[in-house]
């Protein structure tokens, strides 16, 4: 197994060039699926969690994302990203004690939101959310931990829109200390030209919207590290949900589709 020191130090060199995909599983056997697929690095996803435990987004606690990740680490030898949301505080001190918290779990990075914490619909203002991304990096470097900071802004998932204020937040978080810039809803080719640009030489995250662009895109565009949020998840649900539904309309006919027992043993007995 690797050491925390390894995944993390691998992490980062992954961010240092080139493009790499970053999936997000959600339990324990998608996430040592994705090893055995051989992916460098998973992240995890905050929707993925919640739908697993049946709760909707942004009804899990810290206590659960924290528990969450320990349970990850211990099963997978890849780097892990964690998906912190807004670092379950507002203020930057309380932030920086939650940061202290997700770092003692393993991860080699985690991303922190600049969405409001009592209210979803809303964000925190940019002078705020730079603060709190400051406080985060403080963090970091004091407990002497080489992890990646995100710093990632909703702002284009409330308004599709705001391509110009989406990229001006990412430059001041970047000022702030974060490694990694992230702003989820971007997708057009020339807005994510462009984000790359301002955030140069930081890396660039970019969420998959546009399902018909490939990694070589991605890449040539100068994105650094691909992400696919709980669209994995969402995959997984609507077969269920599809074969479930043709159950109670009284076919079975669904479940021929589903992957082979003895292939799916196969994989997982590897990690026995």
């Known amino acids: 197994m690797n050491t925390t020191a390894e995944k993390r130090a691998k992490f980062r060199e992954l961010h240092n060039s080139g493009c790499f995909v970053l999936p997000n599983p959600w339990d324990i056997g998608s996430a040592r699926m994705m090893q055995h697929l051989g992916f460098e ?3 995890t996803t905050s929707s993925g969690l919640a739908w697993t435990v049946g709760r909707p987004d942004y ?16 099963n997978t030898e890849l780097p892990i990203n964690a998906d912190f949301e807004s670092g379950f505080a507002r203020d930057p001190e309380t932030l920086a004690a939650n940061v202290d918290l997700v770092i003692d779990t393993g991860v080699a990075g985690f991303s922190i939101e600049d969405r409001d914490l009592d209210s979803t619909d809303q ?14 990096r403080e963090a ?19 308004d599709p829109t705001a391509v110009r204020e989406a990229t001006d937040t990412l430059v001041a978080l970047a000022a702030a200390g974060a490694d990694c810039l992230y702003a989820p809803g971007v997708r057009e080719r020339k807005d994510i030209s462009a984000m790359v640009r301002a955030v140069y030489p930081k ?3 970019v969420l998959v919207m546009d399902t018909t662009m490939t990694v070589n895109e991605f890449a040539d565009l100068g994105v650094r590290r691909i992400s696919v949020g709980g669209s994995l998840a969402r995959v997984g649900w609507s077969a269920m949900l ?6 109670k309309s009284g076919s079975f006919a669904g479940l021929a589709k589903g992957a082979s027992a003895g292939d ?6 590897t990690f026995a």
Not at 264 to 269: A, E, I, P, S
């Open 264 to 269: 799916l043993n196969k994989v997982f007995g």
């Open 59 to 74: 009804a899990i606690t810290m206590d659960d994302v924290l528990e969450h990740l320990m349970a990850l680490e211990e």
């Open 203 to 205: 890396p660039l995250n």
């Open 140 to 158: 970091i470097d004091h407990s002497g931990s080489d992890v990646i900071l995100v710093a990632r802004t909703e702002r284009l998932l409330i």
């Open 242 to 247: 599809e074969a479930a539904k043709q159950i």
């Open 41 to 43: 690095a998973i992240a």
């Open 123 to 136: 964000l925190y203002e940019q002078p705020l959310a730079a603060e709190r991304i400051k406080a985060a």
